[in-house]
C-alpha cells in the first residue's frame, strides 16, 4: 500500500491546516491509520489514530482539543484537522497504515503500522 500525504504548508501560529492521506491503487478499508510527526534529531512522534470503522480514535495530549483525526471510507481519505497550530507543532509529518482485524482498534506506536506515506512538511511560523 502506497500512501500520499498531502496538505502541509507554512501558516503563522493560531492558523489551521487540514492535512490528507489516502492510499494510491487501493483501498483503505479495514485498515487503521495513525499520524505521526518527526523534527531533526528527534524520534517520530505519535500524534493521533482511527480505526478502520472511523468509530475510534485518538490523538496525543500535546495535540488534544486542538487537532481531528476523521476518516471519509467513501472517499478512501484519512484527515487530520490542526487548529489553533504553534510554532511546536512544526514538523514533518507523516501517515501510516496497518490492516486491522478489529473494526475499532486504534495504534498508537509507530511500530504496530506497516505502510508509510512520504511525509509533508508544516510550518508554523510566530
Known amino acids: 500500500v502506497q500512501l500520499q500525504a498531502s496538505g502541509g504548508g507554512l501558516v503563522q501560529a493560531g492558523g489551521s491546516l487540514r492535512l490528507s492521506c489516502a492510499p494510491s491503487?487501493?483501498?483503505?478499508?479495514?485498515?487503521?491509520v495513525g499520524w505521526f510527526r518527526q523534527t531533526p534529531g528527534k524520534e517520530r512522534e505519535f500524534v493521533g489514530a482511527?480505526?478502520?470503522?472511523?468509530?475510534?480514535?485518538y490523538h496525543a495530549d500535546s495535540v488534544k482539543g486542538r487537532f481531528t483525526i476523521s476518516r471519509d471510507n467513501a472517499k478512501n481519505t484519512v484527515y487530520l484537522q490542526m487548529n489553533s497550530l504553534k510554532p511546536e507543532d512544526t514538523a514533518v509529518y507523516y501517515c501510516?497504515?496497518?490492516?486491522?482485524?478489529?473494526?475499532?482498534?486504534?495504534?498508537?506506536?509507530?511500530?504496530?503500522?506497516?505502510?508509510w506515506g512520504q511525509g509533508t512538511q508544516v510550518t508554523v511560523s510566530s
Open positions: 501510516a497504515a496497518v490492516r486491522s482485524a478489529s473494526s475499532n482498534y486504534v495504534y498508537t506506536s509507530s511500530g504496530s503500522y506497516v505502510y
Open positions: 482511527i480505526s478502520w470503522s472511523g468509530a475510534t480514535s
Open positions: 491503487g487501493r483501498t483503505f478499508s479495514r485498515y487503521a
